[in-house]
Structure formats: structure tokens, C-alpha cells
């Protein structure tokens, strides 16, 4: 802005200063015209009345440098001149001055020379004898008048150019300062030009609308933000050409990243070849889904591609975590093979012997022998599908009635209930703890200290110890079962609660069981929103704690 009224006010100055040389070189020159035409004729009058009384002797007396004085008889021919040879001279009948003063007594005209630098003005005037005198003069014409001060007049010129720059530039900052030392952000509070109140009031109005649409835009991406930080897929934006707009913390977890900068490549979030397949057939094909490892997670991909004015725009990354379900798949397929495993075998004992008792093949000395073990076979069967049908229970989230339950006396009467088996191997049971209340599930809770009692009765070492001790915090009823047997290898710790999982398989054949118990236990625990720990060391023992809320 500075620069245009720096020009503009150049550009006004350079012509005025033009038109003003020129309007005075004009009057200038019409004066100096005036001048010399009104001392022209004084000079013809007092040469004509010297020449009436004396002849051509006044005109030899005459000598002058300004002007030239010429006497013509009537007929043109050329009587003296004061500045050439009569001899060397036309007749001068022809022309104009001497012709108007031959007819009307005066006569006046004047001539350019080639070069157009001068003008030679003539005078003529008849006298009383019929001859012409005539005056003339040489004087500068315009041109030549501005070639003559054409010097000064440059200098006059650079001179007011210079103060033309000087005072442009000084004016056009004072001008441009007050438009430079706006408030924009406060536009109401500037004391600025009146001719800018106007654009002040809108560029207000804008503010204000700007302002509601941050506002808004705000709220919606503390809204997108918000829902995506707590989403636990993994969410994920990408621009058309692959660079990152939007990474959830759920898909920075997955990735094992703690943030991300918006306009990084994709690939420096992941550089899993899986992915840039999916990403490439999504470009293609608009969807694609594949599955993605990481972590010992399994996780379901689903991009999308998203397009505006019919061109990919970007892309929208999905990965849902799908290791419950793989796992419960996988637990699913394992439970039927097991379970399948579990009926078969007790049944074929118990198919085998009945055949050979219904045959009569069975020596008498050996049917007591297989009466016993078909109903050995027949009660594991049973004990089997009795465990089967309260874990379908549990997973089902069948309700059951729930009341106060002391956990000293139910401690001790399934100590009385396995006293038997702990005799067998020398195992002492001893119990420790202050008789709290809990409220819970009666028979869920008997099933969870039977179990892990048993446990530490079964694969515990001869001559034992179990201990049960129960205690209370300000949230949770707790009661722990530890033995000093066998131990548990650390690499078991995280599927010994799974179905039909056993450590050793040939020593659980050995000391009987269905390979449930801890799946109902945990399953019991899980009922009444308690949590269960394992703290186990081989050949040291094994303790359990459970605690349930109060």
C-alpha cells in the first residue's frame, strides 16, 4: 500500500510540474512577444519619421543589433537596407508585410526558419512619399526559449522530484501507520480513519463468527476425541495419500506407540507387509479385511476407503481385538475334544467289562473286580457331567440364590469331608483366620474351597501340610488354600484354570479327577465378582487366594 501512494503521488506530481513549465513557458513567451512587438513599432515610428525628414541619410546613421530596418520604393525594389548590399537583394513587392502596408497603410508578418529555432517578425509601414519602410527582428521561438533554459529547468526539475520522493514517502508512512498499528483481534477498539469504520465492523462480525465456528469446531473434535480415546478398537485416519490424520490411544497401543505427528507416513505406525496388501486392496476394491497378530493378540482389520467426487479422499482403519473370541473358539473346539475324550474313556471300561460280565466270559473271582470298576467308572462319569452342567451354568449366567455364609464353618466342614483322602497320604489340614460372612452363592462356595483343598490334598508330597487361612480387608472377604506338595511350573500359571488342562497328565490319570475343578473355580469366583491369584514354586507348593467384595 505504501508503494502505490508513493506513485500516486509521483505520478500527480511529475505531471503538474510538467503543465507548469509549460503554462509558464507559454506566457513567458506571449509576454516577451507583447514586449518586443510594442518596442518594434516605437522603433518603425521614430525610423519613419526620420526617413520622411532625411532621407536614406537617417537610415546610414542607424546601427543597430536588435533590429534590421529595410526602405522599398513602391514598385518592390529594395531602396537600403541597413544590414545588406541593395544589389544582392530580391524585389519585395511580393511580400506580405510590404503588400498589406502598399494597400492599408501597415502591414505586419512573420517567418520560421528551417531549423523552426527562430522567427523572424517584420513590421512595415507605408510613408507619405508611397515608399515602405519596413522593421523586422529576429526572435527565439518556443522550442529554442525551452533549449535555452532547458538546464535550469532540469535541475528545477530534479530538485522537485527529489522533495516529491522525500515528501511522498514521508506521507504515504504517516498515511499507511495508523492502517499498520490496527488491533485486528479488538477491531471496535481502534482510533483509526472514519473512512475504515466499515471495514472494521465487518472484519468484527467475522471475528465473531469465526470465533462460534472454532467454538464449534471444537467441541466437535473434543467430541470425535473423546469417543475415540475410549473406544477399544483401534481407530485409525488416513488422507489419500497414506499419511496419518487420526490414531486412537487404542490403536497406538496396539502399535506400541505412545503418540503420533498427523502427517507422518503410515508407515512409520506399522510396516507389517499384511497391512499394506489390505491398504492396497482397499484402494482398489473400496473394503478389505484381513487379521493382524501382535502381542499374542489377534486383532480383525477392517479398512475402508473413502472417496469424494469419485477419487479416494482417504482411508478409515478399524482393528478390533478378537482374542476372546479366537480364544473361546479355540477353548470351544478344545472342550468338545476333551470332553469327548472324558466320556469316551469311562465308558468304553465300562462297555468293556459289562460285556464281558453279560457274555459270561467273566471268571467268578473277577466279577467283583469289575462290578467295582464299572461303577468306579460310572461315578467319574457322573462326577464329569455333574461338572460339565455347572460350567454350562456359569457360563450361562444362570441365577442363582445367593445368602450370608460364614467361611469358618464351610472351611472346616470340607475339611471333615476330605479327611479321609487326606489320611491316605499322611496330609495334615489345618485351618487359621477369624469366622467372617460373606454374601454368596452356598454351593459355588463349597465347590471352590472342595477344589482347591482337593488339589492340595492330591498333589501334595506324603506326609504333607494343607492350611486354609481366611482374613478380611475394608473392601473383600478373603481366604487363601496353600500346600507345600509338588508345585506348579511357572510356564503353567496362565492355563491351569483352563478346562481339561493338566500339568501332568499321567500323575492327574493316577490320582483321579475331570480335569474341571479349576475351571469351576474360577468360574465360581468370577460369579461373585471376585478375583483369584496364583503364587506357585515346584517342589515348594502352591498357595491360591481368593477375595470376593464385601
Not at 505531471?15 to 518594434?40: C, K, N, R, W
Not at 480364544?327 to 465308558?347: D, G, I, Q, W, Y
Not at 455333574?386 to 441365577?399: H, M, N, P, T, Y
Not at 487363601?480 to 500359571?493: F, L, Q, R, Y
Request: glycine fraction near 6%; charged fraction near 25%.
Amino acid at each position: 500500500m505504501t508503494k502505490r501512494i508513493f506513485r500516486s503521488i509521483l505520478l500527480v506530481v511529475i505531471p503538474v510540474l510538467l503543465a507548469g513549465l509549460i503554462i509558464i513557458s507559454g506566457v513567458m513567451y506571449s509576454y516577451l512577444t507583447e514586449v518586443q512587438e510594442a518596442q518594434m513599432l516605437s522603433e518603425l515610428s521614430l525610423a519613419a519619421a526620420g526617413v520622411e525628414q532625411k532621407g536614406t541619410d537617417y537610415l546610414s546613421a542607424v546601427r543597430s543589433k536588435d533590429f534590421r530596418l529595410t526602405y522599398v520604393s513602391s514598385d518592390g525594389t529594395v531602396i537600403f537596407d541597413t544590414e545588406s548590399q541593395v544589389s544582392n537583394m530580391d524585389n519585395h513587392a511580393n511580400r506580405e508585410e510590404i503588400k498589406e502596408a502598399l494597400l492599408g497603410g501597415s502591414g505586419k508578418s512573420s517567418r520560421y526558419s528551417a531549423t523552426l529555432t527562430e522567427q523572424t517578425l517584420y513590421y512595415a509601414k507605408k510613408l507619405s512619399n508611397g515608399n515602405v519602410l519596413r522593421i523586422s527582428i529576429d526572435r527565439a521561438s518556443v522550442l529554442s526559449l525551452l533549449l535555452g533554459v532547458l538546464q535550469p529547468i532540469a535541475f528545477i526539475f530534479l530538485v522537485a522530484i527529489i522533495l516529491s520522493v522525500i515528501i511522498a514517502n514521508r506521507i504515504s508512512k504517516k498515511i499507511v501507520m495508523p492502517l499498520n498499528e490496527l488491533d485486528l483481534d479488538e477491531p471496535m477498539k481502534n482510533d483509526a480513519y472514519d473512512e475504515i469504520s466499515p471495514l472494521l465492523s465487518r472484519i468484527h462480525r467475522q471475528h465473531k463468527q469465526i470465533s462460534m465456528q472454532e467454538e464449534s469446531l471444537r467441541r466437535k473434535a473434543e467430541e470425535f476425541d473423546q469417543i475415540t480415546s475410549n473406544m477399544q478398537e483401534g481407530l485409525i485416519l488416513l488422507d489419500s495419500k497414506n499419511t496419518l490424520m487420526s490414531v486412537n490411544s487404542a490403536a497406538l497401543r496396539i502399535f506400541d506407540r505412545f503418540c503420533f505427528n498427523p502427517g507422518d507416513s503410515f508407515l512409520t505406525l506399522d510396516r507389517s507387509h499384511e497391512l499394506r496388501d489390505a491398504l492396497a486392496q482397499a484402494e482398489k476394491d473400496g473394503y478389505c479385511e484381513t487379521f493382524l497378530s501382535r502381542d499374542s493378540k489377534e486383532y480383525r482389520v477392517n479398512i475402508s476407503r473413502i472417496d469424494s467426487d469419485d477419487k479416494p479422499a482417504g482411508y478409515v482403519i478399524l482393528l478390533s481385538d478378537i482374542t476372546d473370541k479366537i480364544s473361546a473358539e479355540r477353548s470351544r473346539r478344545e472342550f468338545t475334544a476333551n470332553v469327548s475324550h472324558e466320556l469316551k474313556t469311562p465308558l468304553q471300561s465300562i462297555i468293556g467289562y459289562s460285556e464281558l460280565l453279560s457274555n459270561g466270559m467273566a471268571k467268578p473271582q473277577d466279577i467283583p473286580t469289575f462290578t467295582a470298576t464299572i461303577y468306579k467308572e460310572a461315578t467319574r462319569l457322573v462326577s464329569l457331567i455333574d461338572d460339565i452342567i455347572r460350567l454350562s451354568q456359569l457360563d450361562e449366567g444362570v441365577q442363582m440364590q445367593t445368602e450370608d455364609i460364614s467361611l469358618m464353618p464351610l472351611a472346616q466342614d470340607i475339611i471333615n469331608q476330605l479327611s479321609s483322602k487326606a489320611s491316605e497320604k499322611n496330609v495334615s489340614i489345618t485351618i487359621e483366620g477369624e469366622n467372617v460372612d460373606v454374601r454368596g452363592q452356598f454351593r459355588l462356595l463349597s465347590e471352590i474351597l472342595f477344589n482347591l483343598c482337593d488339589n492340595a490334598i492330591k498333589y501334595n508330597r506324603q506326609n504333607g501340610n494343607v492350611a486354609i487361612k481366611i482374613w478380611q480387608t475394608d473392601q473383600d472377604v478373603c481366604f487363601a488354600v496353600s500346600d507345600n506338595g509338588i508345585g506348579i511350573p511357572k510356564e503353567h500359571h496362565s492355563r491351569i484354570f483352563e478346562r481339561f488342562y493338566r500339568v501332568d497328565k499321567s500323575h492327574s490319570r493316577q490320582s483321579g479327577g475331570t480335569g474341571l475343578g479349576l475351571s469351576i473355580v474360577k468360574h465360581a469366583v468370577a460369579f461373585h465378582n471376585g478375583k483369584i491369584s496364583l503364587e506357585s514354586v515346584p517342589d515348594e507348593g502352591t498357595t491360591v487366594t481368593v477375595s470376593i467384595p464385601k
